[in-house]
C-alpha cells in the first residue's frame, strides 16, 4: 500500500478541515445540550465529542501501528456508536459521562498522536479516518436538527435560502434503456467495503420526475389523509419547516423531506413507484451515447452551483435552485439538497469482503431493514459524492435529510 507522500499534504488539509468544521458544529449548541440525547436510539452528544477523534487514534496509532494508548479507558468509552432495534434504547444517565474538559483533553491527546503517527502510516488509513469524521459531521446535523431551538446558537451567517416560494407541476423526462455502473472495482480508489464489486447492469427505460418531490406536492397527499412528515410543524392553520435554527413558513418548492415508507406510500397514492438503485445510477450518471460519468453534470469537480451539498447551507433549497447539476436526461438534483430514497434494500455487491479494520461498518447492516439513498444533503462532503458512494438507513427513520422523487410503473 502507497505511503503518505505527495499526498499526505492534500489529505493533512482536508482532515485539518473536516476537524474544524466539526469544531465549529459541536460550537453552535449550548454546554447544557452536550449531555443532552436528541434522538433516542442514539449516544448523547458528549459520545461523539469524544468519538471522532478517540476513532482516529485507535485505527491510526493503537491498530494501525501497534501503539500503546495512554488512554485506555476513555478509548473503550468513545470507540463505538449504536443502533439499536426498536424496544431496547440506551440507558445510561449524564452523569456516566466526563466532562466536556476532560474530553476535549482527550480529543487533543487523540489529535496530537495521529499527527505525529500520519506519517508511518497508510494513506487508506488516513483515508477511512476522514471519511468517518465526515459522515458523522452530516449525522450529528441531522441530531442537532432535533434540539429545541434555544439549545443552539445559529451562525451569524446563518440565512435560511427557503422562503416560501411557489412550486409548479413536477415534469417528467425519459431515460432510455442502457448500463448503469454500480459500485468500483477493488482497488480502483479509496472506498468503503459495500462499495466494492463492480455491477453493470442492463436497465429497461422508465420515466422518472424531474425534480424531487416538493413540499407542495406533497401537501396534497397530506391533504387526501396521510400524517404530517417529522420536518414539517402545524401551527393552528399554518404550516411550518423544521429549520437547523428557526421555523420556516413551509416553502412549496422546497424538497420534501420523508422516510422511505412515506416515500412509498406517497407514489403508490400517485400510482407511481420509488426508484431502484440502478435506476438512480442511470438516471444520474447515465447519458445519450451510452458513456457513465462521475457527476449528474458531467466531470467537473462538484461546486455550490451544482447542488447544494458540501455544507453549502443547514437547510434545503428550492428545487429549481441548481440547473447546472442537471443529469445528461435533465432531471434535477439527483444529488445534493437531501440523500434521495431508493427502493432497493441495502445489500453487498457480489465479491463482498469485510475490512480487517472496521468488520462491522456494513456487513451489520445487511438486514433487509435498512434501504439505500444515493447523492447528497446540504451536510454531505464533497469527497462522499462519488458514484460508488452508498448511504443507508432504516425506512422508517424520520431524522435524516431524506428526499424522493416517482417512477413511472
Ligand atoms: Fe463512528
Known amino acids: 500500500m502507497p505511503v503518505l507522500e505527495a499526498t499526505s499534504s492534500r489529505l493533512l488539509t482536508e482532515l485539518c478541515g473536516a476537524r474544524a468544521q466539526g469544531d465549529e458544529l459541536f460550537s453552535v449548541l449550548t454546554p ?168 453493470r447492469s442492463q436497465i429497461p427505460e422508465f420515466r422518472v ?49 420523508v422516510t422511505e415508507l412515506e416515500a412509498e406510500a406517497y407514489a403508490a397514492w400517485l400510482g407511481k413507484r420509488l426508484m431502484s438503485e440502478g435506476e438512480f445510477h442511470r438516471a444520474a450518471y447515465g447519458t445519450p451515447s451510452g458513456e457513465n460519468r462521475p457527476y449528474p453534470w458531467g466531470v467537473s469537480p462538484p461546486s455550490h452551483e451544482h447542488g447544494n451539498f458540501d455544507f453549502k447551507a443547514w437547510d434545503p433549497e428550492s428545487i429549481y435552485a441548481t440547473p447546472a447539476g442537471d443529469s445528461a436526461f435533465g432531471v434535477s438534483q439527483l444529488v445534493g439538497n437531501g440523500w434521495e430514497w431508493t427502493s432497493t434494500p441495502f445489500g453487498p455487491f457480489p465479491g463482498f469482503e469485510q475490512r480487517p479494520s472496521y468488520p462491522g461498518y456494513s456487513s451489520n447492516f445487511f438486514d433487509n431493514e435498512h434501504y439505500v439513498l444515493k447523492g447528497g444533503s446540504s451536510r454531505t462532503a464533497a469527497r462522499l459524492l462519488r458514484p460508488s458512494f452508498r448511504n443507508w438507513f432504516r425506512r422508517d427513520y424520520p431524522y435524516l435529510y431524506g428526499k424522493f422523487r416517482c417512477v413511472d410503473r
Request: with cysteine.
Open 32 to 199: 447544557e445540550a452536550m449531555y443532552l440525547r436528541p434522538i433516542a436510539e442514539r449516544h448523547r452528544v458528549i459520545f461523539y465529542l469524544g468519538h471522532l477523534d478517540g476513532f482516529d487514534s485507535i485505527q491510526i496509532c493503537r491498530e494501525g501501528l501497534g501503539q500503546k494508548s495512554p488512554d485506555p479507558g476513555l478509548d473503550d468509552l468513545f470507540q463505538a456508536g449504536i443502533d439499536p432495534d426498536a424496544g431496547q434504547l440506551p440507558k445510561d444517565t449524564a452523569s456516566d459521562w466526563p466532562s466536556v474538559e476532560q474530553v476535549k483533553a482527550y480529543v487533543e491527546r487523540c489529535r496530537r498522536r495521529v499527527d505525529d503517527s500520519l506519517e508511518q502510516v497508510p494513506e487508506e488509513a488516513v483515508q477511512m479516518a476522514l471519511e468517518h469524521r465526515l459522515m458523522h459531521l452530516e449525522t450529528l446535523a441531522y441530531m442537532f436538527h432535533n434540539f429545541p431551538f434555544d439549545s443552539k446558537r445559529a451562525p451569524r451567517t446563518y440565512n435560511p435560502a427557503l422562503t416560501g416560494g411557489a412550486d409548479r407541476a413536477n415534469e417528467w423526462r425519459a431515460i432510455p434503456g442502457g448500463e448503469a455502473v454500480l459500485g468500483q472495482r477493488r482497488g480502483a480508489s479509496f472506498g468503503w467495503d459495500n462499495e466494492y464489486g463492480e455491477v
Open 209 to 257: 420526475q424531474r425534480f424531487p418531490v416538493s413540499n407542495g406536492e406533497y401537501l396534497q397527499f397530506v391533504r387526501a389523509g396521510a400524517a404530517l412528515p417529522h420536518f414539517w410543524i402545524q401551527k393552528d392553520e399554518r404550516l411550518f419547516h423544521r429549520g437547523m435554527f428557526a421555523e420556516i413558513p413551509l416553502p412549496l418548492d422546497g424538497p420534501v423531506y
